[in-house]
């Protein structure tokens, strides 16, 4: 890296986090300041955080320049951090300061460092116990010398503050000043790992070696559910931590981690960094700062850990790299899973993209050399894959609001009675998709939004899934004002719930659907508890078909299979596939054998077909095939065009003063589509239109596009936003 210094007084420039496109001159401060360096410069009457990004252009007269008003104490921006943000901002399309504002999101980031009241478990016994205090108690014996600040404990144990002060009086517990920032406990790299088969073994040589070798480069970790994909990948982080190196894991849920970090801790003996929008601001100031001093080796995250200052990045993984949870839709879109590749490309790391069903773009990168790609096809132990078999339901005749089929009771049962768990899947949150009133056909819909309003009985209200918005439930139609004939249509999870309470009387039926759960950690806590035994029948969204691992879990059932399967999205099959195999993989995880059966209508169709053979193989394949027929990703190129604002006309005209001019994509190739409302053609009151841009591989499409854009003059609250590989047409 290079080192550069500005001396008090000489110009330099500096990228803000604010809407300004462009780099600002300052003057270097009292003492001077690094290249990169995070500074507070002052902007109109504002003092604003900023990076300084070069010398000075000098395009002002000098007597005119500010002065930069404070620079951080914190370790300037490596020259490979700023190189990935404008190499990412180039292919997101995204202004640099949104780009920035990414990589300083750390509560306090520019508070110098201090110190902070921290508690820890003294000894001896109260003199009086109470419930409270023995809650408090409990946690602190339980976590050893940890330390926790007035406001963790108090979380953690569930207790007012004033019970813990009434400890610390006593002696009980000890109160001491700590540095805010602690550096995370080091990882153990003694520690043996598990005894690796055959087939694992290989695997993590490979890995072990790819890393160590110090160069670039990708593996996709294809292996089944269950086949130690997870053991594998430790072993490259451990190899990537003894070189001295630091890893980041990601994840694509929250849920997840809970789970993740007891292995973590097993088999290194500490816990990790843990990078998510539920750490606490401490925490994640914390974590930011010790990242950047190479004080923490290993972080575990969500998209945005990508863009933590790491001192010496080696090694990233993206776990279930397939999950659409990885492209970020709003704000900066990006996809996090191309954004690690491009990433560690810039510090000489290697990336593992494990999944047990991988992406259709990861699967073509191994197939023309840009990546490697590792297997493992065995379960590990005496766990098998799942059987998994179709019920075709044009045979059930399920009487009107029944989803559970004749058939799939009868397995239900009969998984109950030897004590096992089921779980059932249903990809839809809440009550039932649609109220309607059975007087007059009127269906409840958002004000703010061209979507139906989603009943959840769970919350007793009426909920928009596309801005969150609720209203009471009704009796009384709007529209025709008949009073007691709204009902509601379709089957939700929570729907699903009632009917399989009322088919199994005896069985204890949970339902997991993320918006049940106020908090990452009470959602955590239902999945460990659920984990342990403590529900027969688990009824989810998408939430359930993640990595979690239930032991006693032995059948699947799907409630309906073709809800994927409809709808234009180029990637239907895809989802479906992964989607159902992903699920299926549920069951069977330990020594008992799994199945999982498929309610669909159309027990013919290509994809549910190749779900059943499991011949993985061959439906990418033909999936190939067709994309590069048609000449789309991963074989050719797109971008959507998206122009919303609550003036529907003033959207519409400059969606179509696009269409009509488009020299800069004639010139690459490139074809345009639309403008059309957008399958949601209304989010939050502002009308909204999509162009689609499809073209070649290998074309400069962000320049053209560019280019293309720049002609159109927006009114009023228009707003054009670009999605580059775009994921979901919504
Ligand atoms: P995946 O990530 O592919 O789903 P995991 O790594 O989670 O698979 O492995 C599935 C289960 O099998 C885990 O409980 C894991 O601890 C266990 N396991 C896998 N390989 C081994 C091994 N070699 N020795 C002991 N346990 C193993
Ligand atoms: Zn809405």
């Keep these: 890296m290079t080192h550069s210094f500005y001396d008090e007084g000489m110009l330099v420039t500096v990228m803000t986090t604010q809407p300004i496109d462009r780099t600002l001159d300052y003057k270097s401060p009292e003492g001077g300041c690094h290249l990169g360096a995070f500074v507070e410069v002052p902007l109109g009457p504002r003092k604003v955080l900023g990076v300084i990004w070069g010398k ?12 930069i008003s404070r620079v951080f104490d914190v370790v300037p921006m490596r020259l490979e951090l700023r190189d990935f943000l404008e190499k990412a901002a180039a292919y997101t399309l995204t202004p640099m300061p949104a780009m920035l504002r990414l990589a300083t999101r750390a509560p306090r980031l520019t508070d110098p460092p201090s110190t902070q009241r921290v508690y820890r478990r003294a000894k001896g016994e109260p003199t009086r116990m109470t419930e409270a205090r023995a809650r408090v108690l409990t946690f602190l014996n339980k976590s050893g010398d940890l330390t926790f600040t007035l406001k963790e ?33 080091s990882m153990n790299l003694d520690l043996p790992c598990k005894k690796l ?13 790819a890393v160590a070798s110090g160069n670039y ?60 929008s539920g750490a606490t601001m401490t925490e994640r100031r914390r974590i930011w700062r010790m990242v950047g001093q190479g004080k923490a080796q290993l972080v575990v995250g ?44 810039q510090v000489r790391a290697h990336v593992v993209l494990a999944s047990a069903t991988p992406s259709l773009e990861s699967w073509a990168n191994v197939q023309n050399g840009k990546y490697t790609r590792l297997d493992l096809n065995a379960r590990f132990g005496m766990a098998t894959l799942p059987e998994i078999k179709t019920i075709d339901m044009r045979n059930e005749k399920l009487p009107a609001n029944r989803w559970i089929s004749q058939a799939l009771q009868n397995k239900i049962n009969a998984r109950l009675n030897v004590r096992e768990q089921v779980m059932l899947f249903l990809n839809r949150r809440g009550f039932a998709p649609i109220t309607l009133c059975r007087a007059c056909g009127f269906q409840i819909g958002c004000d703010q939004c061209d979507a139906r309003m989603v009943e959840h009985r769970f919350s007793k209200s009426l909920m928009c899934h596309q801005c969150g918005d609720t209203k009471p439930m009704i009796e009384k139609c709007p529209s025709c004002e008949t009073v007691g004939r709204m009902a509601p249509i379709g089957p939700g999870v929570e729907r699903l719930g009632e009917e399989a309470a009322k088919l199994f ?36 969204t998408q939430l359930i078909a993640k990595g979690h691992n239930f032991p006693n879990l032995t059948l699947v059932g799907v409630i309906d299979a073709d809800l994927g399967l409809q709808g234009s999205d180029l990637r239907a099959a895809e989802r479906t596939f992964q989607l159902m195999r992903q699920v299926a993989g549920r069951a069977g995880r330990a020594k008992k ?67 009509k001019n488009i020299f800069a994509l004639t010139r690459i190739d490139a074809k345009v589509f639309g403008p059309a409302p957008a399958p949601v053609a209304r989010i939050r009151g502002r009308h909204r239109v999509r162009l689609l841009v499809k073209a070649g591989k290998g074309v400069a ?30």
Aim: aromatic share 8%; hydrophobic share 40%; with cysteine.
């Design 197 to 209: 088969t055959a087939e694992q073994f290989d695997a993590a040589e490979k890995l072990t070696a």
């Design 153 to 185: 404990l108090t979380k953690h144990s569930d207790v007012t503050s004033s019970v813990v002060t009434g400890l610390v009086k006593q002696g009980i517990i000890a109160e001491e000043n700590c540095p805010r920032d602690l550096p995370f406990q």
């Design 701 to 730: 499409l962000q320049s053209a596009l560019v280019e293309w854009v720049s002609q159109v003059r927006l009114k009023g609250d228009a707003r054009l936003s670009i999605d580059i590989d775009p994921q979901s047409f919504y």
């Design 593 to 659: 054998t799994g199945s999982a059966l498929i309610q669909t209508y159309q027990p013919e169709h290509p994809v549910i077909r190749a779900i059943l053979a499991g011949e993985e193989e061959e439906f990418w394949r033909a999936e190939a095939f067709e994309r590069e027929q048609a000449g789309v990703p991963p074989y050719g190129r797109m971008a959507g065009i998206i122009l919303s604002g609550s003036n529907v006309t003033q959207v519409f005209e400059a969606a179509n003063m696009l269409a």
């Design 505 to 540: 009387p005896d069985a204890r039926v949970t339902v997991l659907s993320s918006d049940m759960y106020k908090t990452a950690r009470a959602l955590k806590e239902k999945i460990e508890e659920i984990a342990s035994g403590g529900a027969d029948i688990i009824i989810g």
């Design 302 to 345: 969500a998209r945005s850990a990508l863009f933590l200052p790491y001192q010496n990045l080696g090694l990233i993984v993206v776990d279930e790299e397939h999950d659409t949870s990885y492209k970020q839709e709003d704000g900066v879109i990006y996809n996090a899973r191309d954004m690690a590749v491009l990433r560690a490309s």
């Design 217 to 276: 480069g990708t593996t996709l970790l294809r292996g089944v559910t269950g086949s130690g994909k997870t053991e594998v990948y430790l072993e490259a982080i451990a190899t990537a931590m003894r070189l001295g190196r630091q890893a980041l894991v990601l994840l694509p849920e929250i849920a997840l981690t809970g789970e993740f970090l007891t292995r973590i801790e097993r088999r290194f003996g500490a816990q990790p960094a843990e990078w998510h």
């Design 56 to 67: 000075g252009t000098g395009d002002y007269e000098y007597s005119k320049i500010r002065t």
